[in-house]
Nanobody
Framework: QVRLVESGGGLVQAGGSLRLSCVAS??????MGWYREVPGKQRELVAT???????NYGDSVTGRFTISRDSAKNTVYLQMNSLKPEDTGVYYC?????????WGQGTQVTVSS
């Protein structure tokens, strides 16, 4: 069983920045990343990063968000810049390990206009 603990969400004005962190309870997580649930929409990809540091971003965040990881600390980060009100939602940490998917409990990000 893998436990993911997110931190760093909060309230920020449009144009501002936030940094999310997620710590996994075990090592050797393959892909790690972030998804979000925006009001009125299904859960969508924000960004993922592999153990080889290959990254993948959702179209709406490309150029504004940066994902990184510290494998020694079992931690993945999401630096979010130039935030927009439409980025408001619950952000979920994700990892895939030994063929199974795991999710954190989510952290709320609210961007005011």
């Amino acid at each position: 069983q893998v436990r993911l603990v997110e931190s760093g969400g909060g309230l920020v004005q449009a144009g501002g920045s936030l940094r999310l962190s997620c710590v996994a309870s075990v090592s050797w997580c393959h892909t790690m990343g972030w998804y979000r649930e925006v009001p009125g929409k299904q859960r969508e990809l924000v960004a993922t990063i592999s153990t080889g540091s290959t990254t993948n971003y959702g179209d709406s965040v490309t150029g504004r968000f940066t994902i990184s990881r510290d494998s020694a600390k079992n931690t993945v980060y999401l630096q979010m810049n130039s935030l927009k009100p439409e980025d408001t939602g619950v952000y979920y940490c994700y990892t895939r390990r030994l063929g199974s998917n795991y999710w954190g409990q989510g952290t709320q990000v609210t961007v005011s206009s």
